[in-house]
């Protein structure tokens, strides 16, 4: 999906949300410091609040624990792994790009539009999280995939990725531009398909840092790096949130976070990422690229890093999921006013006067 459009999109909701790619937002009010307007659905009032000060809640049980075992198993599956057979995790294979192996290292599972991917996401409670968190109901939920991750050795050892100094680091890392005078809204999430110990890994974040960031970036240098934090981790110390199968996390944008490594003997971390942003009905193109991705199950273009599966395409193994009446929302295909959105530059705002 091209980012390169000058112009932002209103959402279709309430709240005056701007978007131009579906992912980071503009509003008139940071998440953080939002007023609800609505009863929540899921969250109690000391669910939001942490969420609002630390900048992540945990969701227990949003999709019982069965089916995210299903998930699970289609993971294992889909990739043509083993779980009684750890020999089968570090198969040798060929991979295409420098990506393909770094995906592979980090446990990706390029899946998108399975039916039991669909079935979490048209998920009432899971949506109900994120209607609370965003204060709208006209939401749309991200393309994303799944993490399989075994212990990080042999041709999956993080050390086959080189280091940088700066930039991106799956150990702690924010994925928007830190240094921003109006920080992006961006909401993320994973939904976790088993219990993960200490030793395998996992979500990592600091929420203290989070806490303190407005007085915390007035101390650092202003050519700090934009999206990997240098902190005193005694003082803002990392945590990882411990998840049981069917826990959904959902973590704010400006919350530096990663994925640390799996240090187990035999443990495995699997996830499916999943997240839910303001509805942007009037932007047809990428509405469009949506419903075709799920009619067709092309890789969804919204991430350069959707590869697809080297071996064998998802679009050749199964058809398209079917979809409940929210899901159908939540995808595009109907419109949350119930009619089709204006098809005119109406709804479109320059991004600078915004």
């Known amino acids: 999906?091209?980012?390169?459009?000058?112009?932002?999109?209103?959402?279709?909701?309430?709240?005056?949300?701007?978007?131009?790619?579906?992912?980071?937002?503009?509003?008139?009010?940071?998440?953080?410091?939002?007023?609800?307007?609505?009863?929540?659905?899921?969250?109690?009032?000391?669910?939001?609040?942490?969420?609002?000060?630390?900048?992540?809640?945990?969701?227990?049980?949003?999709?019982?624990?069965?089916?995210?075992?299903?998930?699970?198993?289609?993971?294992?599956?889909?990739?043509?792994?083993?779980?009684?057979?750890?020999?089968?995790?570090?198969?040798?294979?060929?991979?295409?790009?420098?990506?393909?192996?770094e995906l592979h290292v980090y446990g990706f599972v390029e899946a998108y539009q399975h039916q039991l991917i669909w079935d979490s996401r048209q998920s009432q409670r899971v949506y109900d999280a994120f209607a609370d968190v965003w204060d709208c109901a006209e939401l749309w939920v991200t393309l994303d995939r799944l993490n399989l991750n075994p212990p990080n050795v042999r041709n999956r050892d993080r050390a086959l990725i080189a280091p940088t100094e700066r930039g991106f680091d799956i150990e702690l890392h924010w994925d928007v531009d830190s240094t921003l005078g109006v920080l992006p809204q961006r909401v993320q999430g994973l939904i976790a398909l088993n219990d993960t110990g200490p030793e395998e890994g996992g979500f990592q974040c600091d929420p203290e840092l989070f806490r303190q960031f407005d007085r915390w970036k007035t101390t650092q240098p202003e050519d700090r790096d934009p999206i990997r934090p240098q902190v005193d981790r005694e003082l803002m110390p990392v945590v990882r949130p411990r998840l049981r199968a069917g826990d959904l996390l959902i973590w704010n944008g400006m919350l530096a976070h990663g994925v640390a490594r799996n240090t187990s003997a035999s443990g495995v971390r699997a996830v499916q990422y999943l997240s839910m942003m303001p509805a942007l009905e009037s932007h047809q193109e990428l509405r469009q690229s949506r419903i075709d991705s799920w009619r067709h199950l092309s890789t969804p273009d919204w991430n350069g890093t959707l590869v697809g599966d080297m071996d064998k395409h998802e679009s050749l193994r199964y058809g398209p999921a079917e979809l409940n009446a929210l899901g159908r929302k939540l995808l595009g295909l109907d419109s949350w006013a119930d009619q089709e959105p204006v098809r005119t530059n109406g709804d479109r705002a320059c991004a600078v006067s915004v």
Do not use: C, I, N
Request: hydrophobic share 40%; charged share 30%.
């Open 1 to 101: 999906m091209p980012t390169t459009d000058p112009y932002l999109f209103r959402a279709s909701s309430d709240l005056p949300y701007f978007s131009s790619d579906g992912e980071k937002y503009l509003a008139l009010t940071p998440l953080r410091d939002l007023r609800k307007s609505r009863p929540l659905r899921v969250l109690s009032e000391e669910d939001f609040a942490f969420w609002q000060t630390y900048g992540y809640v945990v969701v227990r049980q949003a999709v019982p624990a069965a089916a995210a075992a299903r998930l699970l198993d289609f993971a294992w599956d889909f990739q043509g792994l083993d779980p009684a057979r750890p020999d089968t995790w570090y198969q040798d294979r060929p991979f295409r790009t420098d990506l393909d192996r």
